[in-house]
């Protein structure tokens, strides 16, 4: 019988740490004890650990996976003893590789053997739902469901997706039914479903995989104790795909599938975006949260476009498409400070603080997209170059500055703007300097930095009253 920690390191997370969850599933299948822990924990360090797991997830949340790995380095006798793995670590081995003597594992675990002679195919395994019960001050999302995986893979390989990486072969993993028996059986029946797959829709036996969803207890309309249950394909389902073969909105339709998330990540695929809408419009479904990339290849125009093509097809069609702009990070970048070629940093901080205000969210309503995002792709640059406040707290600074400020910044010509716009994202990085840096600037310039750094600092209070714009 061996100990075993299971940590997650203390960053953000929606979902419960699955790998953790089946790597419970199988040390206790051998009779060892497992712990599961969020962060750091004193208590946890002092102990003589026969084996401990670190996950990792965003590349840029490295730096904390790394300083987790180092406080429990001194809780095993051998560094080996500590294996780390999951999504960041298979994108940037080298980063942990290089700082630490741990063992990393790159990819999923889906082969016998992986961690030694006998083990089982760890990503084959049903995870551990009551690990997560041993930390009830932090809530995943969402509390009751399923979380399953049916297929692995990708059929596409887009350049800003890490699926490539991770998940080379596109291919079926598991059955569904024998995944929810298994729930049930060791730890109960559960009331929705979410399904982790990345482009479900491209395996070929889909049909039968929609029926088998339907069998389990979630056909259309399905409740269970007097509430909806839902089906939420996580990841996102490929419009191209439904666009392609109508009957796949058919499907999605014969289970509780909801909300319907698709993919928006470039405006080059409007027209198939449009259709699927439209497809999935006539199979009954009204309510979409669909993801938008940028800062990739595009530039704000395409982002601004995107935004409103959604607005368009709500009113056409009466119904509620929810936008999530999602900024692309390189898969070696570990600080998250990348500008595109055709952004500028002052944008995406501008879009960054929009999103605060919406809480990460575009909303359906045609007016609240206006009044964030304005009615114009030029009154939408301006929006993103305002200082921070006078987005967030629209209402409170509309009399109280942002109006000077507007009649200072529309007198910058092009070339100036764009100038001005340069020298706000070099003064975002001095820190140190930057207070001696602005005091050198007078005129139009000046007067604009005012707006942004007060006396030459960075404003730190908030309006007496919390309120974003408003419609």
Same mark, same amino acid.
């Given at each position: 019988?061996?100990?075993?920690?299971?940590?997650?390191?203390?960053?953000?997370?929606?979902?419960?740490?699955?790998?953790?969850?089946?790597?419970?599933?199988?040390?206790?299948?051998?009779?060892?004890?497992?712990?599961?822990?969020?962060?750091?924990?004193?208590?946890?360090?002092?102990?003589?650990?026969?084996?401990?797991?670190?996950?990792?997830?965003?590349?840029?949340?490295?730096?904390?996976?790394?300083?987790?790995?180092?406080?429990?380095?001194?809780?095993?006798?051998?560094?080996?003893?500590?294996?780390?793995?999951?999504?960041?670590?298979?994108?940037?081995?080298?980063?942990?590789?290089?700082?630490?003597?741990?063992?990393?594992?790159?990819?999923?675990?889906?082969?016998?053997?992986?961690?030694?002679?006998?083990?089982?195919?760890?990503?084959?395994?049903?995870?551990?739902?009551?690990?997560?019960?041993?930390?009830?001050?932090?809530?995943?999302?969402?509390?009751?469901?399923?979380?399953?995986?049916?297929?692995?893979?990708?059929?596409?390989?887009?350049?800003?997706?890490?699926?490539?990486? &991770?998940?080379?072969?596109?291919?079926?993993?598991? *059955? +569904?039914? $024998?995944? /929810?028996?298994?729930?049930? !059986?060791?730890?109960? @029946?559960?009331?929705?479903?979410?399904?982790?797959?990345?482009?479900?829709?491209?395996?070929?036996?889909?049909?039968?995989?929609?029926?088998?969803?339907?069998?389990?207890?979630?056909?259309?309309?399905?409740?269970?104790?007097?509430?909806?249950?839902?089906?939420?394909?996580?990841?996102?389902?490929?419009?191209?795909?439904?666009?392609?073969?109508?009957?796949?909105?058919?499907?999605?339709?014969?289970?509780?599938?909801?909300?319907?998330?698709?993919?928006?990540?470039?405006?080059?695929?409007?027209?198939?975006?449009?259709?699927?809408?439209?497809?999935?419009?006539?199979?009954?479904?009204?309510?979409?949260?669909?993801?938008? &990339?940028?800062?990739?290849?595009?530039?704000?125009? *395409? +982002?601004? $476009?995107? /935004?409103?093509?959604?607005? !368009?097809?709500?009113? @056409?069609?009466?119904?509620?498409?929810?936008?999530?702009?999602?900024?692309?990070?390189?898969?070696?970048?570990?600080?998250?400070?990348?500008?595109?070629?055709?952004?500028?940093?002052?944008?995406?901080?501008?879009?960054?603080?929009?999103?605060?205000?919406?809480?990460?969210?575009?909303?359906?309503?045609?007016?609240?997209?206006?009044?964030?995002?304005?009615?114009?792709?030029?009154?939408?640059?301006?929006?993103?170059?305002?200082?921070?406040?006078?987005?967030?707290?629209?209402?409170?600074?509309?009399?109280?500055?942002?109006?000077?400020?507007?009649?200072?910044?529309?007198?910058?010509?092009?070339?100036?703007?764009?100038?001005?716009?340069?020298?706000?994202?070099?003064?975002?990085?001095?820190? $140190?300097?930057?207070?001696?840096?602005?005091?050198?600037?007078?005129?139009?310039?000046?007067?604009?930095?005012?707006?942004?750094?007060?006396?030459?600092?960075?404003?730190?209070?908030?309006?007496?009253?919390?309120?974003?714009?408003?419609?």
């Amino acid at each position: 019988m061996r100990n075993i920690l299971l940590a997650e390191p203390d960053y953000r997370s929606k979902f419960p740490p699955l790998g953790l969850m089946r790597l419970s599933t199988y040390h206790k299948s051998e009779g060892d004890n497992v712990t599961f822990v969020r962060g750091r924990n004193p208590d946890l360090r002092s102990v003589n650990w026969h084996r401990i797991y670190i996950s990792s997830l965003y590349t840029w949340e490295l730096p904390r996976t790394l300083k987790t790995i180092k406080y429990y380095g001194t809780a095993v006798n051998n560094p080996k003893d500590i294996i780390v793995g999951g999504t960041a670590v298979t994108l940037l081995p080298q980063y942990i590789r290089s700082k630490t003597n741990v063992t990393v594992i790159e990819g999923l675990l889906d082969r016998p053997n992986m961690l030694g002679i006998g083990s089982k195919a760890i990503a084959k395994l049903i995870p551990d739902y009551s690990i997560i019960e041993a930390v009830p001050d932090y809530e995943y999302f969402p509390a009751d469901a399923y979380f399953t995986k049916i297929t692995k893979g990708c059929i596409r390989s887009c350049k800003f997706c890490a699926v490539p990486i &991770l998940e080379r072969k596109f291919g079926f993993l598991k *059955d +569904l039914r $024998r995944q /929810i028996e298994d729930v049930n !059986e060791r730890h109960g @029946e559960k009331q929705n479903l979410v399904v982790m797959d990345n482009n479900i829709l491209g395996i070929d036996r889909i049909q039968s995989i929609f029926d088998d969803i339907a069998k389990v207890g979630f056909a259309a309309g399905a409740m269970k104790n007097g509430k909806k249950r839902s089906v939420d394909f996580n990841q996102g389902l490929d419009a191209r795909l439904i666009n392609k073969d109508p009957s796949l909105a058919e499907g999605l339709a014969s289970i509780c599938t909801s909300p319907v998330r698709l993919a928006f990540d470039f405006v080059g695929m409007e027209r198939p975006y449009r259709r699927a809408i439209k497809i999935l419009r006539q199979n009954g479904f009204n309510e979409f949260t669909n993801y938008m &990339l940028f800062n990739f290849k595009d530039a704000p125009e *395409d +982002l601004y $476009r995107r /935004i409103w093509i959604n607005a !368009e097809l709500n009113s @056409e069609l009466g119904i509620r498409i929810t936008g999530f702009p999602m900024r692309f990070i390189p898969m070696d970048d570990i600080k998250r400070n990348h500008i595109a070629k055709k952004w500028k940093w002052r944008y995406l901080r501008g879009i960054q603080c929009v999103l605060l205000a919406t809480r990460g969210l575009i909303s359906p309503n045609r007016e609240f997209t206006r009044a964030a995002f304005g009615s114009s792709f030029n009154e939408f640059l301006e929006i993103l170059s305002m200082p921070d406040r006078y987005i967030i707290y629209r209402e409170d600074y509309r009399n109280n500055g942002a109006d000077q400020w507007r009649r200072l910044f529309r007198r910058l010509r092009p070339h100036k703007r764009e100038e001005f716009l340069n020298l706000l994202e070099e003064l975002n990085k001095s820190y $140190r300097d930057r207070k001696k840096r602005i005091a050198k600037f007078n005129g139009l310039f000046g007067k604009l930095l005012e707006h942004y750094y007060p006396n030459g600092e960075t404003p730190q209070r908030k309006p007496k009253q919390d309120s974003h714009f408003q419609v």
